[in-house]
């Protein structure tokens, strides 16, 4: 499955952005996605994680209760709304998919990548 995340910019703390994932092929449903984002000189860290159905999220720590992730299967897409941004949600966020019943926390156990997108939380 091929990925692409989309959505990102620049924007002051407090503000909310919705980052978009699009992928391609049949089997989208098949698999569980995860947003993770990686600041710079820092390890790409797990952030949000939706399985097949929709039906389960989680969420790292630092964004539960601002961050939600969802699914539209029908269309193939994953979302990962971002309220009360603070200046450390700054990251390249990048979407990822893993089948095989797999929970999307760990970004070693995903076996496909999207390209990132830039997001940026001025104070």
């Known amino acids: 499955v091929q990925l692409q995340a989309s959505g990102g910019g620049l924007v002051q703390a407090g503000d909310s952005l919705r980052l978009s994932c699009a992928a391609s092929g049949r089997t989208f449903s098949s698999y569980a996605m995860g947003w993770f984002r990686q600041a710079p000189g820092k390890e790409r860290e797990f952030v949000a994680a939706?399985?097949?159905?929709?039906?389960?999220?989680y969420y790292a720590d630092s964004v539960k209760g601002r961050f939600t992730i969802s699914r539209d299967n029908a269309k193939n897409m994953v979302y990962l709304q971002m309220d009360s941004l603070k200046p450390e949600d700054t990251a390249v966020y990048y979407c990822?998919?893993?089948?095989?019943?797999?929970?999307?926390?760990?970004?070693?156990?995903?076996?496909?990548w999207g390209k990132g997108t830039l997001v940026t939380v001025s104070s």
């Open positions: 990822a998919a893993v089948g095989g019943g797999v929970l999307p926390t760990r970004p070693q156990d995903m076996d496909y």
């Open positions: 939706i399985r097949r159905s929709g039906g389960n999220t």
